[in-house]
C-alpha cells in the first residue's frame, strides 16, 4: 500500500463571485476533516463578508495583494509574504486592488461551510 497520495483532480468549488477555489485536500476533496489545503485566486475587486471561522488559516500569498480586516486592523499581504489566523477571530478578506490575488490557504481543522459563521447568513 501507497504512503502518499499525489492530487491531480482537486474540488472546484462552486462560486458565484469570480474567486477560483481548488480544494486539494479536505473535507469536499477526500473527506480530510483534519486539514484543507486549497489554491485560490481572488479576482481585482473581490471581497467576502465578515466571518469568524471555527479554525486556524494559513495563508501564502503567491502573486498580487490580499487585504484582511482583523478585528478592525487593515493588513495588506503581498507575494511571498504568509499570516497564521487563529480560529475565533473575526476577519474580512478582501482583493480591493487592480491585480488578481493568487494565493494558497490552509486550514486546520478542515474548512467546512458551517465552521465559517458568515455574517450575511
Given at each position: 500500500m501507497k504512503k502518499y497520495k499525489i492530487q491531480n483532480s482537486?474540488?472546484?468549488?462552486?462560486?458565484e463571485d469570480g474567486k477560483i477555489i481548488k480544494e486539494h485536500f479536505g473535507n469536499?476533496?477526500?473527506g480530510n476533516s483534519e486539514?484543507?489545503?486549497a489554491h485560490m485566486v481572488a479576482?481585482?475587486?473581490?471581497s467576502e463578508p465578515f466571518q469568524t471561522p471555527e479554525f486556524d488559516e494559513y495563508t501564502f500569498i503567491i502573486k498580487g495583494k490580499k487585504q484582511f480586516i482583523i478585528d478592525g486592523e487593515t493588513i495588506v499581504l503581498e507575494a511571498g509574504q504568509s499570516i497564521k489566523v487563529?480560529?475565533?477571530t473575526r476577519l474580512q478578506y478582501s482583493n480591493?486592488?487592480?491585480?488578481?490575488?493568487e494565493y494558497l490557504a490552509v486550514?486546520?481543522?478542515a474548512f467546512?461551510?458551517?465552521a465559517v459563521n458568515r455574517e450575511d447568513q
Open positions: 482537486p474540488f472546484v468549488v462552486p462560486t469536499a476533496t477526500d486539514i484543507s489545503i479576482p481585482a475587486g473581490w487563529e480560529k475565533n480591493p486592488f487592480t491585480e488578481p490575488c486550514c486546520l481543522p467546512s461551510v458551517e
